[in-house]
């Protein structure tokens, strides 16, 4: 169990990852990132995703609807 410090610095950590993955993938969608970078970065959701579940991060709906659904159709399909 984690202490609500630890918790609060778990949540922050996690925010910073969600908001640098979305970011990138905004960017390939505007052609800045190529297919390798991004299939990392779907490599990434997939691997972290289960983490943001656990600790409620999507649970206050803080971030962007269109990422949110990015992160469920990515963890439905296989690369």
């Known amino acids: 169990m984690l ?23 905004f ?7 190529d297919d390798d970078y991004v299939a990392y970065i779907r490599k990434s959701i997939r691997s972290l995703a289960p983490h943001w579940d656990q600790i409620g991060l999507f649970e206050p709906a803080t971030f ?9 159709r990515i963890r439905a399909t296989e690369d």
């Open 27 to 33: 960017q390939h969608q505007s052609g800045f990132l």
């Open 3 to 25: 202490t609500p410090p630890e918790r609060m610095f778990l949540i922050f950590h996690a925010t910073a990852d969600v908001v640098r993955l979305d970011n990138s993938l």
């Open 64 to 72: 962007r609807q269109g990422f949110v659904d990015e992160v469920r």
